[in-house]
């Protein structure tokens, strides 16, 4: 079974300030990781994917994950808060034909 | 880019009743995922179809049930609604059942069931 944990429910940077959420997941399989973010009434949109290969993932709006096996961790960053990018931010990870999401971490941009 | 559509967007119920929530994936598309997002809780997986057959199912109460038709749309019918059924529900569709295919989420269904 896989399972992801997102540490820290809330999460407060000033605006130009690095971001960081933290994911770490449980899978007996290779797992596929995504992060998504949620913006007040709307759905989920990809921001980006780890599947194989290069460990060190590009998403859009500047956001980066890095895949650390040793670690079982999966952290998402931003070198550079903008307040557009105030949201809930959820992990997930995909071993099967489902995808098991983290509790979410909601970012709040301060200016 | 066509995107997940959903419909209604919003529905109000009351205890009791049924609901048919609808999902129209994104063409070519031929593996439909539902999911229900309680508030302020993360989306919990409640079942998928591929070539409308069920894949997988997760918490799907049993008083829900859904199906996946020739024309690959869903629809997620729940019965005997209950106060705590009222939730964001999302479809999301991908391509053939694959994990690391990236899933496309529609908008969701805003149920209220008062």
């Known amino acids: 079974a896989q399972s992801v944990t997102q540490l820290g429910s809330h999460v407060s940077v000033s605006e130009g300030a690095l971001v960081l959420l933290r994911c770490n997941y449980s899978?007996?399989?290779?797992?596929?990781l995504f992060w998504y973010v949620q913006y007040p009434n709307q759905g989920l949109q990809l921001l980006l994917k780890?599947?194989?290969?290069?460990?060190l993932v590009k998403g859009i709006n500047g956001f980066e994950a890095e895949f650390k096996k040793s670690e079982t961790s999966f952290h998402l960053t931003k070198p550079s808060a903008h307040m557009s990018d105030a949201a809930e931010y959820f992990c997930?990870?995909?071993?099967?034909?489902?995808?098991?999401f983290g509790a979410g971490t909601r970012l709040t941009v301060k200016p | 880019a066509a995107g997940v559509i959903q419909s209604p967007r919003h529905l109000i119920k009351e205890k009791r009743e049924t609901a048919t929530l609808k999902c129209y994936p994104i063409?070519?598309?031929?593996?439909v995922y539902w999911y229900q997002q309680g508030p302020g809780q993360d989306p919990q997986f409640l079942i998928s179809?591929?070539?409308?057959?069920?894949?997988d199912k997760g918490s799907i109460p049993d008083r829900f049930s859904a199906q996946q038709f020739s024309d690959y749309h869903s629809e997620l019918n729940m019965s005997s609604l209950e106060l705590g059924d009222s939730a964001l529900y999302f479809c999301?569709?991908?391509?053939?059942?694959?994990?690391?295919?990236?899933?496309?989420f529609g908008p969701g269904t805003r149920l209220t069931v008062l």
């Open positions: 999301a569709s991908g391509i053939n059942r694959v994990p690391t295919d990236t899933q496309y």
């Open positions: 179809f591929y070539e409308k057959m069920q894949s």
């Open positions: 780890y599947t194989t290969g290069a460990t």
């Open positions: 063409p070519r598309h031929d593996t």
């Open positions: 997930a990870v995909s071993g099967n034909n489902d995808m098991r």
């Open positions: 899978s007996s399989v290779p797992p596929y």
